[in-house]
Structures are given as C-alpha cells and as structure tokens.
C-alpha cells in the first residue's frame, strides 16, 4: 500500500458516515476513483459506480460506503440526548464512550452517560441503547435544541490506531475498508488492460438492510457481482467455540463458498487467487453471508455473485481490527479476478 493509498484509507476513515447520512464518504470516495475511472455516476440516495470500459462481459466490485451508528431520538427536560440504533449498534460497549452529533452546523461533541461503579447496583448491568442518553454539557431541553435536533446522526469519536504486525484498530472499517478495496480493485484491474468492464461500487444503507445494493443491483445488472466486506475472524480467546469459523487475521481474503456465492464466481475467484500467488481462506455460507452479496444474487432473476472478506476482530465496536497486508491482498485479488473474468461464462453446468 503507496503512500496515496493509505492517505486515501485514512480519508475514508476519518469521516462519519452512519447510514442514511453517508453523503461526506461518498464525495471522498468519488473523488478518488474519478482519478483513474472513465465515468462516475451516482444516484438519488447516494450510490457511487466507477466504470472502467472493456468487454461486454461487466464485473462489479462492491463495497458499502455507510457505519453503524446512533440517531437523536429526543431530548428531555434537562437537555440530555436520547438515543436510537443506525444499524447493529451494540449496547454492550456504548456507554462511556466520547461521540459527535452530526449536525447540519458542525459536530457537537458529547458523551454517552455511564453510571460509575461506586453508584450502580449490579456492575454487569447493562441497559438498552433507548435507555442510553448523550450529555452535551447543558441543562435545559432548550439548550439542546439550540445544537441539535431530532434526527441528527451520532458515531464514536475515534481515531485510527497502529498497532503492531502492520495491523491497525478503528471505528467503522466496517465497511469503508470494503469501498477502499473496491475502488482499488478497479484501479488494478485497469492496469491489467481487462477485457471485460469493470464496475467499482459504493453503496449506501446496508447496515440497515442491504438497501443501497438492492437499488444498484437492479439499476447496473451487471453479469458478475462480488461484495467485499469485513468478515468476523474468529483467532481471538473469547470466541465461542461453535461461533469459530477458521478465519484469521494476517490469514489473507476470504471466499464465501454456499447459498448466495454463485461456483463458478467462486472458481473463477480461487482461480485467480493461485494464479497470482494470493492466499485466501474458505468461509462457509450456508444460509446467507448477511453481506451486500445476498441483494446483487436475486436482482433480476440472479446474478451469479460473490461474498469476499477481509478479516475483522471485534466488529461493530469502536476499536475494529484488522491487517493491513489482508486488505492489500483483498484488492490485488479483485483486480486479478475482473482481469480474468473473460475466460467464464458464470452459468451453472446442469
């Protein structure tokens, strides 16, 4: 990963974007592909598709551009903020957290209120993100409305962290690691001179239901799909034993192989994997890969799709982790599989 490369990353994950408020992350993410892609074009909720033009054959490359997050609820008397779920907000790890309040003036900054130990009755209780509140720092509901109103998203405020082995911790990689792979991925396919168009993709909304995908699925209808997204890597101690799936961090991409993943995208993705010495681990699917992949498969009349992930600890809490050599891998692997899609035909053999 070049040094623009990274700057790139950074950029993307620096900036707040909870679904349905994804607008600033997909003006980054544009920018950035318009660099090297033949036509940008987006929609009305937001979907961003990079073309590079080839064959008639197209392979899409998709990511979702939208986190996981918090919406103002309502503000009581004394000014407090209440809150509601953006997607799979977890409220195990919510409280004592330092959050902004996106509102159209700016962030508000502020602090999702936690009971100190010496005052609680039981330390393991935890309550329910609607019984959670933002502290703004005033006193009065007038006060608050002076800053924010119903409506307004909320995220973590948190930073990037290195740590150690080229790994890094964030908030939200989930999923802007997947638009930065996407856009990459096209980036390297069109160095590669493909014989097919290559579509780079950054949905919205599907934290909360594949949404942005199901519009861009039948819109583009494109021959072959693959969803790229963080997948949970089980290594870590406390992993439920029937919750281990066999994916590790530094272990390389990840295919799905099941239900929604279409064999021959899956062969040709393998394929593609051995030919330019890429390492990839297996992932079983049996009912859903619960990615943007299970909207673009039943989009007008199925299109043979692909779940690919990058590995991923602690998803959906503020301090997500992953490798950066897997998501390096991730897009030398897409751009090798658009660079030899040409030679299948991704129709099952009966």
């Given at each position: 990963?070049?040094?623009?490369?990274?700057?790139f990353?950074?950029?993307?994950?620096?900036?707040?974007t909870?679904?349905?408020?994804?607008?600033?992350?997909?003006r980054?993410?544009?920018?950035?592909?318009?660099?090297?892609?033949?036509?940008?074009?987006?929609?009305?909720?937001?979907?961003?598709?990079?073309?590079?033009?080839?064959?008639?054959?197209?392979?899409?490359?998709?990511?979702?551009?939208?986190?996981?997050?918090?919406?103002?609820?309502?503000?009581?008397?004394?000014?407090?903020?209440?809150?509601?779920?953006?997607?799979?907000?977890?409220?195990?790890?919510?409280?004592?957290?330092?959050?902004?309040?996106?509102?159209?003036?700016?962030?508000?900054?502020?602090?999702?209120?936690?009971?100190?130990?010496?005052?609680?009755?039981?330390?393991?209780?935890?309550?329910?993100?609607?019984?959670?509140?933002?502290?703004?720092?005033?006193?009065?509901?007038?006060?608050?409305?002076?800053?924010?109103?119903?409506?307004?998203p909320?995220?973590?405020?948190?930073?990037?962290?290195?740590?150690?082995?080229?790994?890094?911790?964030?908030?939200?990689?989930?999923?802007?690691?997947?638009?930065?792979?996407?856009?990459?991925?096209?980036?390297?396919?069109?160095?590669r001179?493909?014989?097919?168009?290559?579509?780079?993709?950054?949905?919205?909304?599907?934290?909360?239901?594949?949404?942005?995908?199901?519009?861009?699925?039948?819109?583009?209808?494109?021959?072959?799909?693959?969803?790229?997204?963080?997948?949970?890597?089980?290594?870590?101690?406390?992993?439920?034993?029937?919750?281990?799936?066999g994916?590790?961090?530094?272990?390389?991409?990840?295919?799905?192989?099941?239900?929604?993943?279409?064999?021959?995208?899956?062969?040709?993705?393998?394929?593609?994997?051995?030919?330019?010495?890429?390492?990839?681990?297996?992932?079983?699917a049996?009912?859903?890969t619960?990615?943007?992949?299970?909207?673009?498969?039943?989009?007008?009349?199925?299109?043979?799709?692909?779940?690919?992930?990058?590995?991923?600890?602690?998803?959906?809490?503020?301090?997500?982790?992953?490798?950066?050599?897997?998501?390096?891998?991730?897009?030398d692997?897409?751009?090798a599989?658009?660079?030899?899609?040409?030679?299948?035909?991704?129709q099952?053999?009966?």
């Amino acid at each position: 990963m070049n040094g623009s490369q990274r700057e790139f990353l950074e950029n993307l994950l620096g900036t707040s974007t909870p679904s349905g408020f994804e607008t600033a992350g997909q003006r980054a993410w544009v920018e950035y592909v318009s660099e090297f892609a033949d036509t940008v074009e987006t929609d009305a909720y937001g979907n961003a598709v990079a073309v590079v033009e080839g064959g008639e054959q197209t392979v899409a490359l998709a990511g979702h551009g939208d986190e996981i997050g918090f919406i103002v609820r309502d503000i009581d008397d004394s000014g407090f903020v209440r809150l509601g779920r953006i997607g799979g907000s977890d409220r195990t790890v919510s409280r004592g957290q330092h959050v902004r309040v996106h509102t159209d003036d700016g962030p508000v900054p502020g602090v999702i209120g936690q009971t100190a130990i010496h005052l609680r009755d039981r330390d393991d209780e935890v309550d329910d993100i609607a019984e959670q509140h933002v502290d703004i720092g005033v006193d009065s509901a007038e006060a608050a409305a002076d800053l924010v109103e119903r409506g307004d998203p909320i995220t973590f405020d948190q930073t990037v962290s290195e740590l150690a082995n080229g790994r890094i911790t964030a908030r939200g990689l989930d999923n802007r690691i997947g638009i930065w792979a996407a856009a990459e991925g096209l980036r390297r396919a069109a160095e590669r001179d493909p014989e097919v168009t290559v579509c780079a993709v950054s949905t919205v909304q599907e934290e909360v239901g594949l949404k942005g995908a199901q519009m861009v699925g039948f819109d583009l209808a494109p021959d072959v799909a693959i969803a790229i997204d963080v997948t949970h890597a089980t290594d870590q101690p406390d992993t439920p034993g029937a919750k281990s799936k066999g994916v590790e961090i530094g272990g390389g991409p990840v295919v799905s192989r099941g239900s929604t993943n279409h064999p021959v995208v899956v062969e040709a993705t393998r394929a593609a994997a051995d030919a330019a010495d890429i390492d990839v681990q297996l992932e079983a699917a049996g009912i859903r890969t619960g990615t943007d992949a299970d909207a673009f498969y039943t989009a007008h009349g199925g299109i043979p799709s692909l779940n690919v992930g990058v590995p991923n600890r602690y998803m959906h809490t503020p301090v997500e982790l992953l490798d950066l050599d897997d998501l390096d891998r991730t897009a030398d692997l897409l751009g090798a599989v658009a660079a030899q899609a040409h030679e299948y035909s991704f129709q099952v053999e009966l």
